[in-house]
């Protein structure tokens, strides 16, 4: 990959954009683009990009940081990490930077970003991903990653996956523990199927993972949720374990008790949500496959009807 770029430099972005950017100025080769904007992009130009990482910390220099992608030329590689809700603008204005042969991975959250890639770019080999990794921009040109086992897994949507193989063995030179996942189907849906009842669930009762788990009724719509997904993946032909639910709630109760889902803190906050990501896209497969998705269905529009008031949480004397 000797042209790479990263569209959107938040947690995820920000923390495997700059493991690339040192593997490339360490070498002396390779030319890294973060597509950033505001403060954050001012900060990354005057002082490069500070990262504190949970066992190490550096700051790196990309070879160019810009709000305009046309200014960056065609990439081999470019890697989407923004907020599901801004997919669609990003990819409108980072066109410039894919070409026929340009490798194509998002990394976010849900399990349709491929698609809505596909459909608005008008070449490249567009691929899917996922990561598991706790991170969060600080402040302007700061990341600070916190937990996660840090894996990153892609895979192409169909065709070739000699590209993909290239890119996962230059990921693993700049010292991500990326896997091609062929197909790349069951580990987006692995993961989307914990995610969104927990950032559904967390968000509407305004509890942490170790409240909602505890609590009866709140488990049961969690774990509900989780089986209306597993029938909803396998409409859509994706294999997932026989056990899947199980494994996600033993998931959900790995993590420590006052966990709370970047849904909830964005809920918190009043900023806007990936509740279409996460809860939308169910309702809107269910309805479109005619799949009992009641409990999905429930929770997204009750998020929607106070979408214009922020939540809090239960020890802030809120109960939904």
Same mark, same amino acid.
């Given at each position: ?9 938040? @947690? ?12 490339? /100025? ?21 002082? @490069? ?19 305009? %992608? ?31 042969? /340009? ?13 809505? #890639? ?26 600070? !990653? /916190? ?8 895979? %192409? ?17 700049? @010292? $991500?523990?990326?896997? #091609? ?18 950032? @559904? ?6 509890? /942490? ?19 209306? $997904? ?33 849904? !909830? ?37 009750? #998020? ?15 109960? %939904?």
């Amino acid at each position: 990959m000797k042209s790479v770029a990263f569209v959107g430099i938040g @947690g995820v972005g920000g923390y495997y954009g700059a493991m690339v950017a040192r593997r490339c /100025t360490e070498e002396g080769e390779g030319r890294v683009v973060f597509v950033a904007r505001g403060e954050h992009l001012s900060a990354i130009r005057e002082r @490069g990009l500070q990262v504190y990482a949970a066992d190490e910390e550096f700051t790196v220099r990309p070879t160019f940081v810009t709000d305009r %992608p046309s200014e960056a030329g065609v990439m081999d590689l470019v890697v989407f990490a923004v907020k599901g809700y801004a997919l669609e603008e990003a990819a409108r204005d980072a066109i410039p930077l894919v070409g026929p042969e /340009t490798v194509v991975l998002p990394l976010l959250n849900g399990v349709d970003n491929g698609e809505i #890639l596909s459909r608005i770019l008008a070449c490249g080999r567009v691929g899917n991903g996922c990561v598991y990794i706790s991170a969060r921009r600080e402040g302007p040109g700061v990341i600070r !990653q /916190t937990g996660g086992s840090r894996k990153l897994f892609f895979g %192409p949507l169909s065709g070739d996956r000699a590209p993909f193989l290239a890119v996962e063995q230059f990921l693993r030179r700049c @010292g $991500i523990d990326a896997t #091609l996942a062929d197909p790349i189907g069951e580990a987006v849906w692995t993961k989307f199927i914990f995610m969104s009842p927990m950032a @559904g669930v967390t968000s509407l009762w305004g509890k /942490t993972f170790g409240e909602v788990l505890a609590q009866e009724e709140s488990l049961s719509m969690a774990e509900g949720m989780m089986r209306e $997904i597993r029938s909803l993946a396998q409409e859509k032909r994706i294999a997932l374990p026989e056990d899947i639910v199980e494994q996600s709630l033993a998931k959900a109760r790995a993590f420590p008790p006052d966990t709370k889902s970047s849904m !909830q803190l964005d809920c918190e906050k009043g900023s806007p949500t990936e509740i279409e990501t996460f809860l939308g896209y169910v309702v809107r497969e269910g309805d479109r496959l005619g799949l009992d998705v009641h409990l999905t269905r429930g929770v997204y529009d009750a #998020l929607k009807l106070r979408s214009d008031q922020p939540c809090v949480s239960e020890q802030e004397g809120h109960r %939904p």
